[in-house]
């Protein structure tokens, strides 16, 4: 009750049909101790039931319930529905300048349907993407490909990764991805991931343990059509599908898997195994995700909303032999009531912040500048109406999802406004992608369809 004392509801006004004074002469009559006809039908009388409705004086006259209930009910049915719309707000107590911000959420951040691009895939297929450098007009290449469902191997031999390239319009200024290069696969992609070192570079595993490398040359002489993708490295292992890859460096690349399992890779002129890193047997967990904060430094997201940062405090010696068991501390963070879906590290205010997102649409903001258990529990947690994976703004001020048929929901940290953008697509997308210089997007995957995103950034004057 204290928070419907602040809302003033408008004022919903019954207007008499009949003048003042008929009304009165009518209450007196009615409030009368002579008794009524005996063929007076209360009842199904229009006039009587006109002014019954009009009257608050007659709430305490025992023989009109009947009609007070009815203009309860009919008066209940108009502010209830505007009572709850104003409760399903975010914030329903906000002063002017918020109001006035979450006004100015989709003037100042304009998000766009951009283009949709097609790929072949069987019902109830999910989505992977990436995107590589910068090829024209600030947009960047992309790498896409569609997974589809499995039970516990792969048999979908001829899957095929596809690399999209932006061609500017001659009598216009914007781009169109058009398909450029297909690369066949002998098995589903399980993860992918971009080296953020060396944006022509990217790796991806496979459902059937094998880790790839590839490398994409761009075309010479100005002709798109001459684009190829060059396998770098390929490797066996048998920990089974890599559920998460992240780049260390331009030469060292992680795998993480579901059995608690980190592999470090080191990839030059051939691609050897660094180290390997298991998990304690006490922390029984399946993994689902990962994210690398430096060498020797990368978070694990789990199956039960566990977030685990592994890394080398310098307090122990380091291993001086290659492919051995490597030795980390491990720290735990502030835990998720649901499965972890989305590791992303980024800056905010010019700090080291992870971002974790479980399945419920909870998402915490970890200050990575702290070692001690204490204070690295220094967490936002951002009251998300989302589901599923989230991408973030370069500083962590936006936050986007997709949502149900092509649909996409951002979210401003600082002061909670939230803006949609309507869809037209069918299905729900489980995958969304941010570019590095935060202008696309893309999700998917919607029955055989990715969806890009184009984000503009109107300057405030």
């Not at 959420?105 to 283009?115: F, K, N, W």
């Not at 992918?192 to 944006?199: A, E, P, R, V």
Request: hydrophobic share 35%.
């Amino acid at each position: 009750m204290d928070v419907l004392s602040h809302y003033s509801s408008p004022v919903i006004e019954f207007p008499a049909t009949q003048p003042i004074e008929k009304q009165n002469a009518l209450v007196d009559n009615c409030t009368g101790t002579d008794a009524p006809p005996p063929s007076a039908d209360v009842g199904t009388a229009t006039q009587e039931k006109q002014h019954v409705a009009t009257q608050t004086e007659q709430l305490s006259a025992s023989g009109n319930v009947d009609y007070d209930e009815r203009a309860l009910a009919k008066w209940l049915r108009q502010i209830c529905p505007l009572m709850e719309r104003e409760l399903s707000q975010p914030t329903p107590l906000m002063d002017e300048d918020q109001q006035g911000s979450q006004c100015t959420l989709q003037e100042q951040l304009q998000v766009h349907i951009y283009q949709n691009l097609t790929v072949s895939s069987i019902e109830n297929s999910v989505g992977l993407a990436i995107w590589l450098c910068v090829h024209t007009n600030n947009a960047p290449v992309l790498v896409a490909t569609s997974v589809a469902p499995h039970d516990d191997w792969c048999e979908h031999v001829d899957q095929q990764l596809r690399l999209f390239v932006p061609q500017r319009v001659s009598h216009g200024n914007f781009v169109v991805y058009t398909e450029a290069k297909t690369l066949p696969l002998k098995s589903c992609l399980r993860s992918l991931s971009t080296n953020g070192f060396n944006k022509n570079i990217f790796a991806g595993a496979t459902m059937d343990g094998e880790l790839f490398v590839w490398l994409y040359e761009p075309a010479r002489g100005g002709s798109d059509s001459n684009v190829e993708i060059k396998q770098l490295h390929s490797v066996s292992t048998t920990q089974g599908a890599a559920v998460a890859l992240d780049w260390v460096t331009e030469e060292r690349l992680l795998a993480c898997y579901p059995n608690g399992t980190v592999l470090q890779w080191l990839v030059s002129t051939q691609m050897t195994l660094d180290w390997e890193y298991s998990l304690p047997s006490t922390v029984a967990v399946e993994l689902t995700t990962m994210v690398s904060l430096g060498l020797n430094d990368f978070v694990l997201g789990t199956n039960d909303g566990g977030v685990f940062r592994c890394w080398n405090t310098g307090r122990q010696a380091a291993s001086s032999d290659r492919s051995s068991s490597k030795q980390l501390e491990l720290l735990a963070l502030r835990r998720h009531r649901f499965m972890v879906s989305t590791l992303q590290r980024t800056e905010m205010d010019g700090h080291p912040i992870l971002i974790s997102c479980d399945l419920s649409g909870q998402a915490f903001y970890h200050d990575m500048r702290h070692e001690d258990e204490d204070t690295a529990q220094l967490i936002v947690q951002i009251p998300l109406p989302f589901k599923n994976a989230i991408a973030c703004s370069r500083d962590a001020s936006i936050i986007y999802c997709p949502s149900n048929d092509g649909a996409l929901e951002y979210y401003r940290v600082s002061d909670g406004a939230h803006a949609h953008v309507k869809g037209a697509l069918r299905g729900r997308g489980n995958l969304i992608k941010i570019s590095d210089n935060g202008c696309w997007l893309i999700t998917g995957l919607y029955g055989s369809e990715f969806q890009i995103f184009y984000i503009e950034n109107i300057a405030r004057e």
